[in-house]
């Protein structure tokens, strides 16, 4: 407890709050450094550490602890002898300085230069553990099992057909989904997961159950498609350029983040499998690797094979050869070998008559971009149907287009020319732009924050008794005039989604182009509380109060006492000399300690003043 705590008490903040986010233990009843080495090797925590140390390091623990002395300490040279003697293959013994500095960072042993102490809670774990729910110190050294003899194997051609339809098929969800998050971010609920109202909206945009609309998210997040702003996520700089790719430089930056999640030495456990790679032979992979995991360590593999189906690297919950190219690293390999599988996109598009324009194939991604600017998705597929309307062609001229950019746009991709239906409207719609105007209200005005105005006040009125625009909260100001508490963005969106041919402009009426980022106002974002970071507030305030050296003794000598530990005390002699006493703490009170001399057979009272320095009793003591 006393060399673990003096560790703690070592590292600067920055660096043990990211050792500490390693291990899972109760924050709440810690106090000092005392208590947060009590924290750290209560039982739970130590079983829960063990349970997530891969199996090189969990060998290596076990040799620590089979070469410690009686007071938990040993030299590194010792450790990697005793996994020698184990049988451990070359690298494992090799590998022991990282691995120890590993287990170090976890607080399940204190490394100081060449010898390493391995706390007696997390012995009393380890040895309980051994040979019961974990393998034995031999089994842990020993290499790894041989490889399986291959399989048959289904009909190559057709796994990676199948492979690929499922892969572009998470493409193009992925992509509807960050065009969704793009047209309106969705809300964080405090409890976890999005808004009810907004998952149904993304889980119809990207034609996915609403079941399986968070898997989905979770790999966009992965892949740092979609970020989280306050209570809100939103499409990321990233999404935003990866929707312009190419099927198969997206597909990469899916399974690239598929494959990060992968340690990189059970990827290379798995790679040796390729040639009789299953589902089962992944499992027991994992399970030799990380030899006491159990329902965390099964979740998250059910959770890694069923993104791997997702991805197209499995067919019938068993991976195929594009599975063994990505974990060996290969990633543009097997993008190349799904890819030749995907359709064939498309730069041309059949303009009709009803305002709809239908791509006979996917179509290419900037294109696809630049058409949902001023029409509606109607249909996602392999031939995807857009429809133009009066709200569509609106908010491309508020966002910067005009009627003869999108004429000129639709003429160079259209195998059927614009009809007329599609020029009158753009030329309808460009007349009416700007009808209705919205702009930051008037100091004068507040609360208002927005001034919506029109020349026409019958449509002024209409806007002010219209049921779909309550949640804007209008208020008339006049015959030409409307006010509102909300942003004048806010008030565009509402009006935009409503339909209104709705234009923004600036103090002096010149018409300015906004880009959405949401249609309602915002939430403040709750602040939660990080139980590491108060934890650590209260061991900075409580060094603050007491960090003298003295108290610091003090804290040493009443944890011995309370564990009922011998140390060696070096005490200050009144002629300048120091002498070192084998005492066993009774009690400290008063500055003063009361101890047993193991030696002397009596019972001596110091001032803690006159304590130099404390440290563990040698061997045999």
């Given at each position: 407890?006393?060399?673990?705590?003096?560790?703690?008490?070592?590292?600067?903040?920055?660096?043990?709050?990211?050792?500490?986010?390693?291990?899972?233990f109760?924050?709440?009843?810690?106090?000092d450094?005392?208590?947060?080495?009590?924290a750290?090797?209560?039982?739970?925590?130590?079983?829960?550490?063990?349970?997530?140390?891969?199996?090189?390091?969990?060998?290596?623990l076990?040799?620590?602890?089979?070469?410690?002395?009686?007071?938990?300490?040993t030299?590194?040279a010792d450790?990697a002898a005793?996994?020698?003697?184990?049988?451990?293959?070359?690298?494992?013994?090799a590998?022991?300085?990282?691995?120890?500095?590993?287990?170090a960072?976890?607080?399940?042993?204190?490394?100081?230069?060449?010898?390493?102490?391995?706390?007696?809670?997390?012995?009393?774990?380890l040895?309980?553990?051994?040979?019961?729910?974990?393998?034995?110190?031999?089994?842990?050294?020993a290499?790894?099992?041989?490889?399986?003899?291959?399989?048959?194997r289904a009909?190559?051609?057709?796994?990676?057909?199948?492979?690929a339809e499922?892969?572009?098929?998470?493409?193009?969800?992925?992509?509807?989904?960050?065009?969704?998050?793009?047209?309106?971010?969705a809300r964080?609920?405090a409890?976890?997961g999005?808004?009810?109202?907004?998952?149904?909206?993304?889980?119809?945009?990207?034609?996915?159950?609403?079941?399986?609309?968070p898997?989905?998210?979770r790999?966009?997040?992965?892949?740092?498609?979609?970020?989280?702003?306050?209570?809100?996520?939103?499409?990321?700089?990233t999404g935003?350029?990866w929707v312009?790719l190419?099927?198969?430089?997206?597909w990469?930056?899916?399974?690239?983040?598929?494959r990060?999640?992968?340690p990189?030495?059970?990827r290379d456990?798995?790679?040796?499998?390729?040639?009789?790679?299953?589902?089962?032979?992944?499992?027991?992979?994992?399970?030799?690797?990380?030899?006491?995991?159990g329902?965390?360590?099964?979740?998250?593999?059910?959770?890694?094979?069923?993104?791997?189906?997702?991805?197209?690297?499995?067919?019938?919950?068993?991976?195929?050869?594009?599975?063994?190219?990505?974990?060996?690293?290969?990633?543009?390999?097997?993008?190349?070998?799904?890819?030749?599988?995907?359709?064939?996109?498309?730069?041309?598009?059949?303009v009709?008559?009803?305002l709809?324009?239908?791509?006979?194939?996917?179509?290419?991604?900037?294109?696809?971009?630049?058409?949902?600017?001023?029409?509606?998705?109607?249909?996602?597929?392999?031939?995807?149907?857009?429809?133009?309307?009066?709200?569509?062609?609106?908010?491309?001229?508020?966002?910067?287009e005009?009627?003869e950019?999108?004429?000129?746009?639709?003429?160079?991709?259209?195998?059927?020319?614009?009809?007329?239906?599609?020029?009158?409207l753009?030329?309808?719609?460009?007349?009416?732009?700007?009808?209705?105007?919205?702009?930051?209200a008037?100091?004068?005005?507040?609360?208002?924050?927005?001034?919506?105005?029109?020349?026409?006040?019958?449509?002024?009125?209409?806007?002010?008794?219209?049921q779909?625009?309550?949640?804007l909260?209008?208020?008339?100001?006049?015959?030409?005039r409307l006010?509102?508490?909300?942003?004048?963005?806010v008030?565009?969106?509402?009006?935009?989604?409503?339909?209104?041919?709705?234009?923004?402009?600036?103090?002096?009426?010149?018409?300015?182009?906004?880009?959405?980022?949401?249609?309602?106002?915002?939430?403040?974002?709750a602040?939660?509380a990080?139980?590491?970071?108060?934890?650590?507030?209260?061991?900075?305030?409580?060094?603050?109060d007491?960090?003298?050296?003295?108290?610091?003794?003090?804290?040493?000598?009443?944890?011995?006492?309370?564990?009922?530990e011998t140390?060696?005390?070096?005490?200050?002699?009144?002629?300048?000399?120091?002498?070192d006493?084998l005492?066993?703490?009774a009690s400290?009170?008063?500055?003063?300690?009361?101890?047993?001399?193991?030696?002397?057979d009596i019972e001596?009272?110091?001032?803690i003043?006159?304590?130099?320095?404390?440290?563990?009793?040698?061997?045999?003591?």
């Amino acid at each position: 407890m006393l060399v673990l705590a003096a560790r703690l008490r070592a590292l600067p903040r920055e660096g043990l709050a990211a050792a500490l986010a390693t291990r899972e233990f109760d924050h709440a009843g810690v106090r000092d450094l005392f208590d947060l080495a009590e924290a750290l090797t209560a039982p739970d925590a130590v079983d829960h550490a063990l349970d997530r140390l891969e199996r090189p390091a969990l060998a290596t623990l076990a040799a620590a602890d089979a070469t410690a002395d009686e007071t938990g300490w040993t030299d590194i040279a010792d450790v990697a002898a005793e996994l020698v003697r184990l049988g451990a293959a070359d690298p494992l013994a090799a590998g022991v300085p990282g691995a120890l500095e590993l287990l170090a960072d976890r607080f399940l042993v204190v490394q100081e230069g060449a010898r390493v102490h391995l706390p007696p809670e997390v012995h009393a774990r380890l040895a309980a553990r051994l040979g019961e729910d974990l393998p034995e110190a031999a089994s842990l050294a020993a290499p790894a099992p041989p490889v399986a003899v291959p399989a048959e194997r289904a009909d190559h051609g057709l796994l990676e057909r199948r492979a690929a339809e499922q892969a572009y098929a998470t493409i193009s969800a992925t992509a509807e989904l960050l065009a969704g998050f793009a047209a309106q971010p969705a809300r964080e609920l405090a409890k976890g997961g999005l808004a009810l109202p907004d998952a149904k909206r993304l889980a119809e945009a990207t034609g996915v159950d609403l079941a399986e609309l968070p898997r989905l998210v979770r790999r966009a997040v992965e892949a740092g498609l979609v970020v989280r702003e306050g209570p809100v996520w939103l499409e990321s700089d990233t999404g935003a350029a990866w929707v312009l790719l190419a099927a198969e430089e997206r597909w990469i930056r899916l399974a690239a983040a598929w494959r990060e999640r992968i340690p990189p030495a059970l990827r290379d456990l798995v790679v040796r499998r390729s040639d009789a790679m299953s589902a089962s032979s992944i499992r027991d992979d994992v399970a030799w690797y990380y030899p006491g995991g159990g329902s965390w360590l099964r979740d998250g593999l059910d959770r890694l094979l069923e993104d791997a189906e997702a991805l197209g690297l499995a067919v019938g919950g068993e991976p195929i050869d594009t599975a063994a190219l990505v974990l060996a690293g290969d990633v543009p390999g097997a993008a190349e070998r799904l890819a030749g599988h995907f359709p064939s996109q498309v730069d041309r598009v059949y303009v009709q008559h009803d305002l709809t324009i239908v791509s006979p194939g996917p179509l290419e991604p900037g294109l696809d971009a630049r058409l949902r600017g001023f029409a509606e998705v109607e249909g996602r597929d392999l031939a995807s149907s857009y429809r133009v309307t009066a709200a569509s062609v609106n908010r491309a001229l508020a966002a910067g287009e005009s009627a003869e950019s999108v004429r000129a746009f639709l003429a160079s991709i259209s195998l059927t020319g614009i009809p007329q239906p599609l020029e009158y409207l753009l030329a309808e719609s460009a007349a009416r732009f700007g009808a209705v105007r919205v702009s930051a209200a008037e100091p004068g005005d507040a609360p208002a924050r927005s001034s919506i105005r029109s020349d026409d006040p019958q449509l002024i009125g209409t806007l002010a008794v219209d049921q779909s625009l309550s949640s804007l909260a209008l208020r008339q100001a006049g015959p030409h005039r409307l006010l509102s508490r909300f942003p004048p963005d806010v008030v565009f969106w509402g009006l935009s989604d409503a339909r209104y041919p709705v234009a923004a402009e600036d103090g002096e009426g010149r018409i300015i182009r906004l880009r959405r980022h949401h249609v309602a106002p915002l939430p403040a974002a709750a602040p939660r509380a990080d139980p590491l970071e108060a934890m650590l507030d209260r061991l900075a305030e409580a060094d603050a109060d007491g960090g003298t050296e003295l108290a610091w003794l003090a804290r040493q000598l009443e944890a011995a006492a309370r564990a009922k530990e011998t140390l060696t005390v070096t005490v200050r002699m009144p002629g300048g000399d120091t002498a070192d006493y084998l005492l066993a703490p009774a009690s400290v009170a008063n500055g003063r300690l009361r101890a047993r001399d193991r030696k002397a057979d009596i019972e001596r009272t110091l001032p803690i003043s006159a304590i130099a320095a404390v440290a563990p009793a040698p061997a045999g003591s």
